[in-house]
């Protein structure tokens, strides 16, 4: 039983890892708005590097309402039960003998032998299950109407990323069938109070209108180390586990494996294999864990010496190449980020 606000889709610039495909075994096409080949990417607003991704690696964009309703229909289709409500409270229990989660909704109380922690960033369960928060940044994003812009009609869509242009992080820009959806946060350091204005800065450079308040401000769980993702007949999935790539803030492919994960280790309890939910922590250690580390590590040069990182990786075809397989699923953080770290600290020496 799944309970769910469906009326709040989620704040979410759209852009999906084809690896979702590997993961799911449904077809996603009717939600793809389009599989972008082309990405360029810009620093301080200038000096384009423009790449073609192999179409295995086309990045899809997708709006986050359609995404997550194609999800909900399937989940039903498989046996779930959706229940249309805002969960208030939990707490684990006894009824009649045995231990459950007694989940308090503002549609009545439901209960369940296991939760899944899923409520996103702000995560309220994580409270109720006595669990670790991880750490939130603030991130900021625009959707803009370009169903107007004729300049554009003809050429292919395509996926911009900013560097330069926001102090400790990364700005991007995906485009929709009638809109682009413009996102920002800092990866490091201090949250920027200004980052509305750079949305507005960017869109307004293109001659898009675009209004301040338009904008929506919302947190990012970016992974910053590894934590118990389990308590008590509960484990936690998704931006609740901190799950977001430290490099480029992508978080529904892992909040869409762990949750997977989670489903499993679930399934393994009820069969009363022991310390099922204990290798649910163990495992995402493991696997995003041990990624996000190197991604983390990666990110501390990447967003502290931008420029140099820009010159050094972004602008050689080769580095693009290995982190689109990066982001597709098909090389992990592990498999390149030493030698990138240490290709970027050898520059960074004085006789580097
Ligand atoms: C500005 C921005 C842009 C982003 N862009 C991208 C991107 O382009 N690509 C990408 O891969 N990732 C992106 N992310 C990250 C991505 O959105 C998240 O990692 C992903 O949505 C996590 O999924 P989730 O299911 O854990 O949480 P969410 O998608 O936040 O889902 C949580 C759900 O729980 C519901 N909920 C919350 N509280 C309750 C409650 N008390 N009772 C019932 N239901 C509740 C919410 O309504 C929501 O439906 C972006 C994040 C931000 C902030």
């Known amino acids: 039983m799944i309970a769910g606000n469906p009326q709040r889709s989620s704040d979410c610039t759209g852009g999906v890892s084809p690896g979702v495909a590997h993961l799911l075994d ?82 009545g109380s439901l209960s369940a032998q296991y939760a899944i922690v899923a409520d996103g960033a702000c995560s309220a369960a994580i409270n109720w299950i006595g669990a670790a928060r991880p750490a939130l940044r603030l991130a900021a994003m625009l959707d803009v109407d370009t169903s107007l812009q004729r300049s554009n009609l003809n050429a292919p869509p395509r996926v911009e990323f900013g560097l330069g242009q926001i102090e400790n992080g990364l700005l991007w820009c995906f485009p929709k069938q009638a809109t682009v959806s413009i996102g920002a946060a800092t990866f490091l350091g201090h949250d920027d109070p200004q980052l509305a204005d750079r949305l507005l800065a960017y869109a307004q450079a293109r001659g898009w209108h675009a209004q301040r308040s338009d904008i929506r401000q919302r947190p990012l769980t970016l992974w910053s180390g590894d934590h118990p993702l389990h308590r008590d007949q509960a484990v936690i999935v998704g931006d609740a586990a901190g799950l977001s790539d430290p490099v480029t803030g992508e978080g529904l492919r892992p909040a869409i494996d762990s949750g997977l994960r989670a489903a499993e280790a679930i399934i393994a309890a009820l069969n009363h294999q022991p310390n099922a939910l204990a290798a649910y922590t163990k495992t995402i250690h493991q696997t995003w864990g041990v990624d996000f580390a190197w991604a983390s590590r990666l990110a501390q040069i990447l967003y502290r010496v931008p420029g140099l990182a820009y010159k050094v990786a972004v602008k050689k075809p080769i580095a693009n190449k290995l982190m689109a397989q990066v982001l597709c699923g098909d090389l992990r953080y592990s498999d390149i980020a030493g030698k990138a770290i240490a290709k970027l600290s050898k520059k960074l020496l004085p006789w580097g």
């Open 26 to 107: 449904f077809d996603f096409t009717s939600v793809i708005e389009h599989t972008v080949r082309d990405v360029q990417y810009t620093w301080k607003n200038g000096d384009p590097v423009a790449i073609r991704l192999d179409e295995a690696q086309a990045m899809w964009m997708v709006r986050r309402d359609r995404f997550d309703a194609l999800l909900r229909d399937h989940a039903i289709k498989a046996g779930a039960i959706i229940k249309p409500a805002t969960a208030t409270g939990a707490v684990l229990g006894s009824v009649e003998g045995e231990r459950r989660w007694m989940v308090q909704t503002d549609a």
